[in-house]
């Protein structure tokens, strides 16, 4: 009879003693069983340490760790992944609820199909001021192909973020050497680490909405400025993620080429306009070629100002 398969919910805590408790009490609600949870709770001055410790106490499938000294988001993320020990891993992000049956469900669809390196669902999204967005991400669905899968990421079409709450295959996710700081520090950081996932092997939707995602007034990405620069920067480490990636030379190509020529159109238009580094970038459509058709989506790369074409 085969082993079960390992997963372990990984909680990256930090200045979260007011709202990490609905967390903990969704992932204790897990049906899934080979289940447990590692929290991380990086150096802060409230008493998120002591909530998890209770919550620890209550449930002895947890174990928190505290930080001695501040990691930040990457280094927190990081920490969580090398001290896993399972098959599967997710994160478990310290303002995220899961339904019960969330770990189960995404599990199943690893564990029947050994292509697919993530699995994710849908999300509901509630920002600060409660408003509410249902976030599917269809544009992976199917696609085999890497460099297909490659591109799509790149593009950052619709809700491109909502894999990196998937549950994903430890053992491949550690060939891209955890998540990485780039010339903008921590700035969409996920980004490129979902790039590197999408060129491993196949992404898989399961079509439910299976996590609540609640955007809070401290929520590190809302205090990001989202300027020029920054998303020059995190671009720039995508490069870095597919040079380093396990592609071949003509596959690397057909995906470093555009990149690289955009790269070095914004860098040149930035120089000429050193205020666009820190104005802020909105949607803009981007060029790509699929089945011989030109094709033309949003996208997030460039801004409305300088809406320059990748694929």
Known sequence: MKKPTKVTALVPAYQAAEFIQPTLDSLSAQT???FDVLISVDLCD???YSVCRKHCERDTRFRVVRQERRL???G???FLLGQADSDYVHFAFHDDT???TYVEKLCAVLDGRPEVVMSYSDLLLTAVDGSQTHCAYTELDGLRDRVERGKKILLRAGHWWAPNRGVFRLREAGKIQGLKTNGAGEFSADWPWLFHMSLLGEFARVPETLCLKFYKP????????????QNYEVSAACMRELWDSELGCDEKLELGVPLINWLTQVHSQLKREPTGYSQPYQAATVRMEANGQKITVPGQIGSASHPWRLF
Request: charged fraction near 25%; charge should be negative.
């Open 76 to 78: 927190n993320c990081n």
């Open 218 to 229: 401290g929520s590190l990405s809302r205090s990001w400025a989202f300027s020029a620069r």
């Open 98 to 100: 899961l339904e019960p």
């Open 72 to 74: 930040g988001y990457v």
């Open 32 to 34: 899934r069983d080979h």
């Open 46 to 48: 409230d008493d998120t």
